[in-house]
């Protein structure tokens, strides 16, 4: 089984001064950053996926801005994939899938912002299509929700959308535990 980490959307916009800043997008790229060192340690896969805007009217991750570039917690290295998307679905009109089929990679370490919507389709995505995934708990961020006049917390729709998740697609594990599978592997290889 080959396993990579995905990086979703892990961008300035969504962070503290950017246009459309997250709850936790700072905890969050933390955790990410972990990730990602522990990958590069075991030298596996690394793949980061960055949402450029071309909707009509969008006010973050506009073409040419800073707020689009991925952010420094999670800057890519030569030799890492760097993938552009225009909608959530990281897989929707990109080269990602016919790269994951290339590399012969089947599992999926996911993390990324917006938890209840690129995370979410994302992973979603990846398991329809018959990946097997991997979603990081703690490195991954949203904000909060309004509809028919209430206010979902972030705290709670990030909860809410995980717990919808985890089991059929995916295992909802800390970077901790994730990190930690990954150096017993990479003791056993």
């Known amino acids: 089984m080959q396993q990579a980490l995905l990086l979703v959307d892990i961008q300035n916009d969504y962070f503290p001064q950017g246009a459309m800043p997250l709850v936790g997008s700072v905890e969050a790229g933390a955790c990410a950053g972990q990730l990602l060192a522990a990958f590069r340690q075991q030298q596996l896969p690394i793949i980061h996926i960055q949402h450029i805007a071309t909707r009509q009217g969008a006010g973050f991750f506009l073409p040419d801005t800073e707020g689009a570039l991925i952010h ?16 959530p679905n990281s897989f929707r009109d990109t080269g990602l899938l016919h790269h994951l089929q290339q590399h012969n990679i089947t599992q999926l370490v996911i993390a990324g912002m917006m938890t209840h919507m690129c995370i979410d389709t994302t992973t979603r995505a990846a398991a329809d299509l018959g990946f ?6 703690d490195a991954c961020a949203t904000k909060d929700l309004s509809f028919a006049g209430e206010t979902v917390a972030a705290a709670q729709v990030h909860t809410a959308f995980l717990a919808a998740l985890n089991g059929l697609f995916a295992e909802v594990l800390p970077v901790a535990e994730i990190c930690q599978r990954l150096a017993t592997a990479g003791e056993q290889a």
Not at 72 to 87: D, F, M, R, T
Not at 132 to 137: F, G, I, R, T
């Open 72 to 87: 420094a917690c999670v800057a890519p290295q030569a030799g890492e994939a760097v993938l552009q998307k225009h909608y």
């Open 132 to 137: 097997q995934c991997v979603l990081a708990q």
